[in-house]
């Protein structure tokens, strides 16, 4: 069973930037795109960016294309999100995932299946 941890969130000031990590632990699937998702206060999930598998295919909400950056360490089955220019609409509790089916990733929240326990970010102003 895999098991998904974040790490990296906290209170940061508008324009600053934070790095968050997504550390797979246990059995992984063989090949598995990964993705964050966040979620602020009343408000539902939303999807930030995916990654494939081999990193050749990324996705980015149009709120943070330019802003933040996925990527992946295969090797250390370890997801990252750099966040940059952040924003105080950036604060909320954000999540990694693993795709239930397919090795491209998206956007579609029902197509992941494992969640890790989320961590906060919190942008002051």
Same mark, same amino acid.
């Not at 974040?6 to 990964?34: D, I």
């Not at 960016?49 to 294309?65: G, N, Q």
């Not at 295969?74 to 940059?84: E, G």
């Given at each position: ?5 974040? /790490? ?12 968050? /990590? ?61 966040? /940059? ?15 239930? =089916? ?6 579609? =929240? ?14 002051? /102003?």
């Amino acid at each position: 069973q895999v098991q998904l941890v974040e /790490s990296g969130g906290g209170l940061v000031q508008v324009g600053g930037s934070l790095r968050l /990590s997504c550390a797979a632990a246990g059995r992984t699937p063989g090949s598995y795109a990964m993705a964050w998702f966040r979620q602020a206060p009343g408000k539902e999930q939303e999807f930030v960016a995916s990654i494939s598998w081999r990193s050749d295919r990324t996705l980015y909400a149009d709120s943070v294309k330019g802003r933040f950056t996925i990527s992946r360490d295969n090797a250390k089955k370890t997801l990252y999100l750099q966040m /940059s220019a952040l924003k105080p609409e950036d604060t909320a509790v954000y999540y990694c995932a693993i795709h239930k =089916y397919a090795d491209y990733g998206g956007a579609d =929240y029902s197509d992941y299946g494992v969640w890790g326990q989320g961590t906060q970010v919190t942008v002051s /102003s």
